[in-house]
């Protein structure tokens, strides 16, 4: 199936990795060609050394470019997938620090309130740049996978100003899913669940363990008596307890989207834990990426190392391109929650109208 694959922002380096090691284990995938571009010379070849690394120790046809020409990266590309940050570190900073000047104290900041606005701001532009290229060198069944935040706001401009088929994919669900799983002391692939809501706003309408439903009063019990998750989700725990539905997102996340638990700043400690940032410090994913943010630079030859192992030894990850790109492909099944475009239905959904054939329950705002 010999299409082309770009990805857009391909100098994370961590997260581009993850992406194509997916990608690479499907075995009908061998003669694609990945096409990175990133705004960063450094960041493409540290990424293009370990890809092709990895491509050569397992004896696959896959080409590996990396090019700083975005539109040259986009040219016939069938699949793009985009993982930006506008502005980098220096702009989120000024997300996190105006807002909190005028009392709205966030954790991330990257999805509503006015952090999410500002950093909109800049994504939308830049997105509908990214549109007008695909537009005009993709082929033209493309499909743009969008994991760059704010989520909702950068695939509705894609889908409605930018013109382009656009999914916009998250991991939340998959990541409160697994926790659910641990706070009933079950294994993940025994609980299935239903969601619906926008990204970042997501809530599990139905969670079943073997086919069993699992109320409210079970699942608040469970997570009230967890050791950890007592501590580390007091925000979502309260919600699940006065509305009756267990969020997607992470405690930190959910404090700034319902923002009456920020509101006064003597209160923020009730509501949070401080053994990591994800739990609802003020600019905490602030913190974490700066302080992170050159880990790949030191990390390299580690990352490059890892490369010599065979693509049999590594694990597949639950992140939905790959998934969705190889039911587009070999029309395998596969069940997801998505961004999608609200065309009138809220919950189980089909992504039928964008020429998708692969079962969902879409996320639709």
């Known amino acids: 199936m010999p299409f082309k694959l770009c990805i857009i922002g391909a100098g994370s380096v961590g997260f581009t ?3 194509c090691s997916d990608i690479l284990s499907v075995p009908e995938f061998e003669g694609i060609e990945i096409a990175l571009t990133d705004i960063s010379q450094t960041n493409l070849d540290m990424i293009a050394q370990i890809l092709r690394k990895m491509v050569q120790v397992s004896g ?4 590996i470019t990396a090019t700083t020409d975005r539109r040259r990266a986009l040219e016939g590309a069938k699949y793009v997938m985009n993982t930006v940050r506008i502005g980098g570190v220096e702009a989120f900073a000024t997300d996190i620090a105006i807002p909190l000047k005028y009392g709205v104290d966030q954790c991330v900041g990257d999805t509503i309130c006015a952090g999410g606005i500002l950093y909109g701001q800049r994504g939308i532009a830049a997105m509908l740049d990214f549109c007008k290229d695909i537009r005009e060198v993709a082929t033209s069944d493309h499909l743009l996978l ?8 950068m695939t509705w401009a894609a889908i409605d100003h930018g013109g382009v088929n656009t999914v916009g994919l998250c991991h939340g669900v998959q990541n409160g899913h697994r926790q659910i ?3 009933l002391g079950v294994p993940m692939d025994e609980v299935d669940i239903v969601c619906s809501g926008i990204n970042h706003q997501t809530w599990y309408l139905d969670i079943r363990h073997k086919g069993r439903k699992i109320e409210k009063d ?8 967890h050791p950890v998750f007592s501590r580390q989700e ?8 006065r509305f009756g539905f267990y969020s997607t997102e992470s405690n930190g996340h959910l404090s700034e989207y319902l923002p009456w638990y920020r509101k006064r700043r003597e209160d923020i400690p009730n509501w949070i834990s401080t053994d990591d940032w994800i739990h609802g410090e003020t600019g905490g994913y ?3 990426t700066r302080e992170t943010r050159n880990w790949f630079e030191t990390e390299f030859p580690t990352l490059l190392a890892e490369a010599d192992k065979p693509l049999s030894s590594w694990k597949r990850t639950d992140e939905h391109a790959s998934h969705i790109i190889e039911a587009l492909e070999t029309g395998r099944a596969y069940r997801g929650h998505f961004n999608v475009k609200n065309r009138g239905v809220i919950g189980v959904g089909s992504l039928k109208a964008m020429s998708i054939s692969v079962k969902v329950e879409a996320q639709i705002f």
């Open 234 to 241: 007091k925000v979502r725990i309260d919600v699940l307890r």
């Open 286 to 288: 602030l913190r974490h």
């Open 17 to 19: 990795r993850k992406l």
């Open 146 to 153: 969008n994991y760059a935040n704010p989520m909702a706001m």
């Open 218 to 225: 079970e699942l608040l019990a469970a997570f009230e008596r």
């Open 181 to 183: 799983a641990a706070a």
């Open 60 to 63: 696959l046809k896959t080409k």
